[in-house]
């Protein structure tokens, strides 16, 4: 099963990743690899990320008290120390208004949350592609009653060259109408939200129920269909394997793999064991110590 899980992901071995390459694999179908950062959210550790294989880095503003000044500090030192492409969830689809402001702060990718209409997929591909434009002009561009000329169309394509639009597909009303959800206007990916969708079916955090497993490789065929990227967010090396590899067979290629302090205690809790398991052995493989009553007796002969 590892070896089939293996042969059905395209990867690349990254180099320096940036939102472009990020936003031409998700619509090519070739992996992108990358976790939550929750437990390292510090500039001053950020250096070690240049030694991870990782493609991008996800921040959450929608569940985690970061602060514009945070967010700005991270994308940047991420995306210029380390060469990973930084990803920003924002905290509403009805706020455009901070899709702006987190592209300002250094973002390339958005994540806009629990996406159901289609008016809130063209609101943040327009926050998206046309910024800095806001306001009326925007507006009037979304309902097609403005055009841009062939000069503004260059410069707003050049300005947001790394900026790509990931919506969050996270309940049954959503999943029903994802075909207009993702054709509505640009989408360059599909982020799976399995806490809310399973929530969402009655089925609450049951990640393995066949219903959920089912639905989740359903919406990914019908991404790839339209060449949109599309993952979902969960430990994946740590459910059954067969599911893995019938998401990834399916086209499963926005990997986004736990969370960052998750990871850590995993790999320190391996190593802790691992020594643990070598004093052991060797306390035990050590030639016990004669005791006092030979020690005297051996004195007295």
């Known amino acids: 099963m590892d070896h089939l899980v ?3 992901l395209k990867y690349t071995k990254r180099k320096f990743m940036k939102g472009s390459e990020i936003r031409k694999r998700l619509h090519s179908g070739e992996c992108v690899i990358g976790t939550h950062i929750t437990g390292l959210p510090n500039p001053n550790v950020t250096s070690l990320a ?3 294989e990782l493609d991008f880095a996800f921040f959450c503003t929608e569940h985690l008290p970061l602060d514009r000044n ?6 940047r030192y991420y995306a210029q120390q380390a060469g990973v492409s930084p990803i920003v969830r924002v905290p509403s689809a009805d706020d455009t208004a901070s899709i702006a402001t987190t592209l300002d702060a250094g973002a390339d990718g958005i994540i806009v949350p629990y996406i159901e209409t289609e008016h809130q997929v063209r609101q943040a591909s327009a926050a998206i592609r046309y910024r800095p434009i806001k306001g009326q002009i925007q507006q009037e561009l979304i309902e097609g ?3 841009l000329s062939l000069k503004m169309e260059t410069y707003l394509e050049d300005f947001n ?3 790509y639009l990931i919506i969050g597909i996270e309940s049954v009303p ?3 109408k994802l075909e207009a959800l993702i054709t509505a206007a640009p989408v360059d990916g599909v982020f799976l939200g399995p806490h809310d969708i399973t929530v969402s079916m009655g089925i609450p955090e049951e990640y393995s129920h066949p219903d959920f497993v089912q639905a989740v490789e359903d919406i990914i065929l019908r991404c790839r269909r339209n060449n949109v990227g599309v993952g979902i967010h969960l430990p994946l090396l740590q459910i059954d394997p067969e599911i893995l590899a019938k998401w990834t067979g399916a086209g499963m290629n926005f990997l986004i793999n736990g969370t960052d302090i998750a990871i850590l205690r995993e790999a320190m809790n391996s190593q802790i064991r691992r020594l ?5 052995t060797s306390t035990s493989q050590e030639p016990k110590p004669e005791s006092t009553h030979k020690q005297a007796k051996t004195c007295i002969v």
């Open 70 to 75: 945070e967010i700005s500090l991270l994308c």
């Open 50 to 52: 240049a030694g991870m």
């Open 145 to 147: 009653q403005r055009s």
């Open 276 to 280: 643990r398991d070598f004093t052991q």
């Open 174 to 176: 959503a999943i029903k």
């Open 161 to 163: 060259r790394d900026n």
């Open 6 to 8: 293996t042969t059905t």
